[in-house]
């Protein structure tokens, strides 16, 4: 077979090795670093807020988001229904209540399932920024600022995206964050939370590390039971050349997908991501909804003989069989559940390359 175009590839900026070789030379190799304080700057920056801790990975973030808040067993928390499980597992964990909500025609939890999914038992709302186009986290916000309870918005796939001019990232309580290899920008494993907040910034920055003291007679007091999310000043390196080139990376994410657009568009009923003009979207995927009666799996194996490769969209949480079972029907995530692929889109990605998986696609879809 011809040498296979990954759905997703990093792309080294040039600076990595430097970076890292300078972290290796300080000897500070572990959590602690000039790496790390840089890292946390940038992505403060990206994200529009005050104050980024960063950590281990994405989902260390999620976790570390939610034991600052003290989400606790039977707490009632509002989900999309559609949505990487990522969030909702670390809610599991707590012991949580999900209530999970369906999309709405952005791919996105929907803000009128939202309104009325909302009771006196919610205490929070998990907002996720899918696939790089954000969520109506105006409105979500807004009712959860009626309420008194907390959103903590999820934008791992969304570092870089807007919403009426805003930064994903800058609406919630906290947000989170991942730099895993298939980001926008990585750090090979990584993630952060951020806030506007100085006393959840302190609170996150003792939890990521086992809530040591903070003098040296005091050490070993820890003031609470924290974890081990440090994120390496080795991996932070690499993590700062890239977001030294985040503006780059989206520019070229976001010109993959304008050609997509081109390339695809009048192909019959196939969907294409959704936007609007109140978003910049990050396209951290190019995801596409195959017309409908089609076999996903049959134009997949089409594609991969081709040497394209896919991902199915995520399943959705009224299905998965680690979630203790829902009432009510849920047709926009099955929709797209069941109708969904996404497509090779990396940053850097070669006319010639992107112009191959067009091709595939409609020799797959004309069969």
């Given at each position: 077979m011809i040498d296979p175009l990954p759905v997703s590839r990093p792309c080294l900026f040039g600076k990595e090795l430097e970076y890292v070789e300078q972290a290796l030379r300080s000897t500070h190799i572990s959590g602690t670093g000039s790496f790390v304080d840089r890292m946390e700057a940038?992505?403060?920056?990206?994200?529009?807020?005050?104050?980024?801790?960063?950590?281990?990975?994405?989902?260390?973030?999620?976790?570390?988001?939610?034991?600052?808040?003290?989400?606790?067993?039977?707490?009632?928390?509002?989900?999309?229904?559609?949505?990487?499980?990522?969030?909702?597992?670390?809610?599991?964990?707590?012991?949580?209540?999900?209530?999970?909500?369906?999309a709405d025609d952005t791919w996105n939890m929907d803000p009128d399932g939202v309104e009325a999914a909302l009771t006196d038992r919610t205490k929070g709302i998990v907002l996720v920024h899918t696939y790089g186009h954000p969520a109506d986290a105006t409105r979500i916000c807004e009712l959860a600022r009626r309420r008194g309870i907390w959103v903590v918005e999820d934008a791992a796939e969304a570092l870089g995206a807007q919403l009426d001019g805003r930064p994903a990232g800058a609406f919630g309580d906290l947000a989170t964050f991942s730099f895993y290899a298939n980001k926008v920008v990585t750090s090979g494993e990584g993630g952060a939370v951020v806030t506007n907040d100085p006393v959840k910034a302190a609170r996150l920055r003792a939890l990521r590390s086992l809530c040591f003291g903070d003098s040296w007679a005091e050490r070993f007091v820890h003031t609470g039971a924290g974890f081990n999310f440090r994120l390496s000043n080795v991996l932070a390196a690499i993590g700062c050349a890239q977001l030294e080139h985040l503006s780059e990376a989206l520019a070229s994410?976001?010109?993959?997908?304008?050609?997509?657009?081109?390339?695809?568009g009048g192909v019959s009923g196939l969907g294409l991501p959704p936007e609007s003009a109140r978003v910049l979207h990050s396209y951290w995927v190019f995801g596409v909804l195959l017309p409908s009666g089609r076999d996903r799996r049959s134009v997949?194996?089409?594609?991969?003989?081709?040497?394209?490769?896919?991902?199915?969209?995520?399943?959705?949480?009224?299905?998965?069989?680690?979630?203790?079972?829902?009432?009510?029907?849920?047709?926009?995530?099955?929709?797209?559940?069941?109708?969904?692929?996404?497509?090779?889109?990396?940053?850097?990605?070669?006319?010639?390359?992107?112009?191959?998986?067009?091709?595939?696609?409609?020799?797959?879809l004309a069969t």
């Open positions: 940038l992505v403060a920056e990206a994200a529009g807020t005050c104050y980024a801790v960063v950590v281990s990975s994405g989902t260390s973030a999620l976790d570390l988001a939610f034991e600052a808040l003290g989400v606790a067993a039977g707490d009632e928390v509002i989900a999309p229904n559609f949505t990487m499980f990522a969030p909702v597992a670390a809610l599991l964990r707590r012991g949580a209540t999900v209530v999970p909500v369906d994410k976001r010109a993959v997908a304008a050609r997509y657009r081109q390339l695809l997949a194996d089409q594609l991969w003989a081709s040497g394209i490769e896919t991902r199915p969209f995520f399943h959705p949480l009224h299905r998965q069989p680690s979630v203790p079972p829902v009432r009510g029907a849920f047709p926009r995530s099955e929709q797209l559940s069941n109708r969904g692929l996404y497509l090779p889109s990396y940053v850097g990605m070669a006319e010639r390359e992107l112009n191959r998986v067009v091709h595939a696609i409609h020799r797959a």
